[in-house]
């Protein structure tokens, strides 16, 4: 099975930061990681799927890059709504396993 | 507007079944691959299942392999998960999510709000 590591676990940060998540993979996945949002109480929502594809209406400030084993999304400049949890999910091969979590909060 | 509502869970004892489906609508069901993920109280996501448009590719964590089953209606744009022989662990909020293709590898686009599963005695 692959393991994805995500890291950190949390961060603090403020408005308009840039705030940068990196996800590992326990071996080579190409291209086939997607990430996602959760705020509390709500469904998770896609923001990249392939590394770096934006899902269509999600805002520019996100990115995403990386293949192969290491992968990072960014957030450029962190506004109020960002505040949430965010996992990276490898969709290679099955099983589909998703990263433990990065917390996003404020300072 | 893409529509996924989840219904079937509930408490129930441990080692008994229960089964779960997700109605689909606001897109073609039988062009996409369909997804369960669970969330445990206060804890990440889990991938559960998997399985493509046409049934052809299924997959499951090996948490609940061979004790759940994950099947699609096309007909009736519906998806389902048979989970028998439950145990406390499985205790979680269940996510239904259509795929992005219609591989059974493909990320999950959207979500539905879930429902929630308890096992205890």
């Known amino acids: 099975d692959i393991q994805m590591t995500q890291s950190p676990s949390s961060v603090s940060a403020s408005v308009g930061d840039r705030v940068t998540i990196t996800c590992r993979a326990s071996q080579g996945i190409s291209t086939w990681l997607a990430w996602y949002q959760q705020k509390p109480g709500k469904a998770p929502k896609v923001l990249i799927y392939?590394?770096?594809s934006l899902q269509s209406g999600v805002p520019s400030r996100f990115s995403g890059s990386g293949s192969g084993t290491d992968f990072t999304l960014t957030i450029s400049s962190l506004q109020p709504e960002d505040f949430a949890t965010y996992y990276c999910q490898q969709t290679n091969s099955f099983p589909l396993t998703f990263g433990g979590g990065t917390k996003v909060d404020i300072k | 507007e893409v529509q996924l509502v989840e219904s079937g869970g509930g408490l129930v004892q441990p080692g008994r079944s229960l089964r779960l489906s997700c109605v689909a609508s606001?897109?073609?069901?039988?062009?996409?691959?369909m997804h369960w993920v669970r969330q445990a109280p206060g804890k990440g996501l889990e991938w559960v299942s998997s399985?493509?448009?046409?049934?052809?590719?299924?997959g499951y964590a090996d948490s609940v392999k061979g004790r759940f089953t994950i099947s699609r209606d096309n007909a009736k744009n519906s998806l389902y998960l048979q989970m028998n022989s439950l145990r406390a662990e499985d205790t979680a909020l269940y996510y239904c999510?259509?795929?992005?293709?219609?591989?059974?590898?493909?990320?999950?686009?959207?979500w539905g709000q879930g429902t929630r599963v308890t096992v205890s005695s």
């Open positions: 999510a259509k795929g992005r293709g219609g591989s059974s590898t493909s990320s999950l686009v959207y």
């Open positions: 392939t590394a770096s």
């Open positions: 399985i493509s448009w046409n049934s052809g590719s299924i």
């Open positions: 606001g897109f073609t069901f039988d062009d996409y691959a």
